[in-house]
């Protein structure tokens, strides 16, 4: 499984535009990108995947630049409700998935 | 919309009595897989299984776990004399294919 750099922790304030970057430079061909996001306590859930360039949903942006090396979730316009630790993960769709710590995302009113 | 259930929200146990976690998956998923979250910690993966067998575990989940699919909508954790250490948040989530997963509220267990 490649390995996954991200912030620990952020800070924004409500009605920012929020962007967290992941590094996995160990990216395999078959690989996915994954952002998942946690509550304080709640399980982990799945926001947005991609493989590569760009990827939108309703909740979320995924930005994949070619070499694939890293990632950015951009989240338009947060609010309050949105602090949680999001985490990225890069795996080819194994059934198990291995959480890293995390970034720690703090919206400040 | 569909949701993983996992019941009870909290258990107190005393250190080497037996526990059992239950978790209702989403109905139309084939897989199902046990997670734990020390406080502060990391969410560790326990277990997967598919069609009514293990078909990973880590180093965590040792004899002292099992688990099993007792009819057509439950699947449980069993931990087997508790220990201190095995205080944390379980999570049982499911997936329909091996990609996105749905995760449970969790089960707070707190070993005494």
């Known amino acids: 499984l490649a390995k996954t750099t991200q912030p620990i922790s952020m800070d924004s304030y409500e009605g920012q535009e929020v962007n967290i970057t992941c590094s996995h430079n160990?990216?395999?061909?078959?690989?996915?990108i994954t952002w998942y996001q946690q509550f304080p306590s709640q399980g982990p859930r799945f926001i947005i995947q991609?493989?590569?360039t760009k990827v939108t949903n309703e909740v979320a942006s995924l930005f994949i630049p070619a070499d694939r090396k890293s990632s950015t979730l951009s989240l338009p316009r947060v609010s309050l409700s949105d602090t949680a630790v999001y985490y990225c993960?890069?795996?080819?769709?194994?059934?198990?998935?291995?959480f890293g710590k995390g970034t720690r995302l703090h919206i400040l009113p | 919309e569909p949701e993983v259930t996992q019941t009870p929200s909290h258990q107190v146990t005393q250190m080497g009595q037996e526990v059992i976690l239950r978790c209702v998956p989403i109905?139309?998923?084939?897989?199902f897989y046990w997670y734990r979250q020390i406080l502060g910690q990391k969410v560790e993966f326990l277990v997967s299984?598919?069609?009514?067998?293990?078909?990973?575990k880590s180093e965590i989940f040792d004899d002292q776990f099992s688990v099993e699919r007792p009819d057509g909508s439950n699947f449980t954790l069993k931990i087997r004399s508790t220990k201190l250490e095995d205080s944390a948040m379980y999570f049982c989530?499911?997936?329909?294919?091996?990609?996105?997963?749905?995760f449970g509220p969790g089960t707070r267990l707190t070993v005494l």
């Open positions: 993960l890069v795996g080819d769709g194994d059934d198990k998935i291995i």
């Open positions: 989530a499911s997936s329909e294919s091996d990609n996105e997963q749905f």
């Open positions: 299984f598919y069609n009514n067998e293990i078909s990973e």
């Open positions: 991609g493989y590569k």
């Open positions: 160990n990216i395999a061909t078959n690989d996915y």
């Open positions: 109905s139309n998923h084939l897989y």
